[in-house]
């Protein structure tokens, strides 16, 4: 039985790398921040609102907190299975996320880190891992993966892609719509073949979910919804506790109805831990070709 979950566990692992790298599917450019987003958008079915307002309500949610750190509860959903694992999510601003599993809360048995020049994915039990620059891979070059897009995504902000943040100057770049009454506002951002399309609560701009969506002419539709719930205080903000990636792919095998959740439970700011991590010599590098065979057979 502990062989199934072990195996069904390293699953998890790349399936959570899949779904962060067609989160960030897109190509890397710059913006043309000409959009409309500075007055007023009124359309079929939706309200009249000051576009301005509405992007600093949404700008002003983004926690000061420089690092965050928190035990979770993870879980792998594939159609009518789940698979929950324990575990710890930590993250300093513009250097590393790193999500660490364990075995019964007792024993790390894969480690998925982001830094702004690798992916590493360790796999504990069989002493392996993968290191690789997201220019080295075909699979995220070409989808775009960056490190800045996906850090935005777990800490629930607005991003560009290609930039390393949304400061004010670029709040002009989205366009807002207003929801029907008592509805979420909408604020949206085309970039080459990808639609995002943020939800925001009316009365204080706090993002709850971004759809992004990829129509590519050969690879099909991809389209990856975060969602944010059960915010709580950090600081003089707050942080979402829950996280959903939900996936659905034409060009990733059974990925229609995959989804993984982040609980996040005792959430800090707690900085005392090593920032990246430190590969023992006693592991084996495995090819990246290996981990994208080993994704197209799950």
């Given at each position: 039985m502990?062989?199934n979950n072990y ?15 067609v989160?960030?599917?897109t ?15 009124n ?30 509860k ?13 575990g710890?999510?930590?993250m ?6 790193r ?12 480690r ?15 002493k ?12 995220l ?9 996906l850090?935005?995504?777990?800490w629930?902000?607005?991003f560009i892609?290609g930039?390393?943040g ?37 009365a ?15 690879a ?8 944010y ?7 003089a903000?707050k ?15 059974k ?6 959740n ?13 920032t ?13 070709e ?9």
């Amino acid at each position: 039985m502990w062989k199934n979950n072990y195996k069904r566990l390293c699953r998890t692992l790349l399936f959570a790398l899949a779904l962060a790298v067609v989160s960030c599917g897109t190509k890397k450019a710059a913006v043309d921040a000409t959009s409309s987003a500075t007055g007023l958008v009124n359309r079929h079915g939706s309200t009249e609102v000051d576009a301005r307002s509405v992007m600093q309500k949404v700008y002003a949610n983004q926690v000061d907190a420089r690092c965050i750190s928190s035990k979770i509860k993870f879980t792998l959903r594939n159609g009518q299975k789940d698979l929950s694992v324990s575990g710890s999510l930590r993250m300093k601003k513009n250097e590393v996320i790193r999500i660490q599993l364990t075995a019964f809360g007792l024993m790390e048995v894969g480690r998925l880190e982001f830094t702004k020049d690798y992916v590493l994915l360790m796999d504990r039990m069989n002493k392996q891992y993968i290191k690789a620059r997201y220019a080295d891979v075909g699979f995220l070059c070409s989808n775009g993966l960056d490190f800045y897009t996906l850090q935005a995504l777990f800490w629930n902000q607005l991003f560009i892609p290609g930039r390393q943040g949304v400061d004010q100057s670029a709040l002009g770049s989205f366009t807002v719509k207003g929801g029907a009454a008592g509805g979420d506002n909408a604020v949206s951002l085309k970039h080459g073949d990808m639609e995002y399309l943020w939800s925001t609560g009316k009365a204080d701009g706090q993002i709850k979910s971004v759809d992004m969506t990829y129509s590519g002419k050969q690879a099909g539709k991809t389209s990856v919804r975060c969602s944010y719930g059960s915010f709580k205080q950090l600081g003089a903000k707050k942080f979402p506790t829950d996280i959903t990636l939900t996936l659905s792919s034409a060009s990733i095998k059974k990925a229609g109805d995959m989804s993984v959740n982040i609980a996040i439970d005792k959430l800090g700011t707690d900085d005392g831990w090593d920032t990246f991590t430190s590969v023992s010599s006693k592991y084996k590098q495995v090819s990246v070709e290996d981990l994208m065979k080993r994704l197209l057979k799950l």
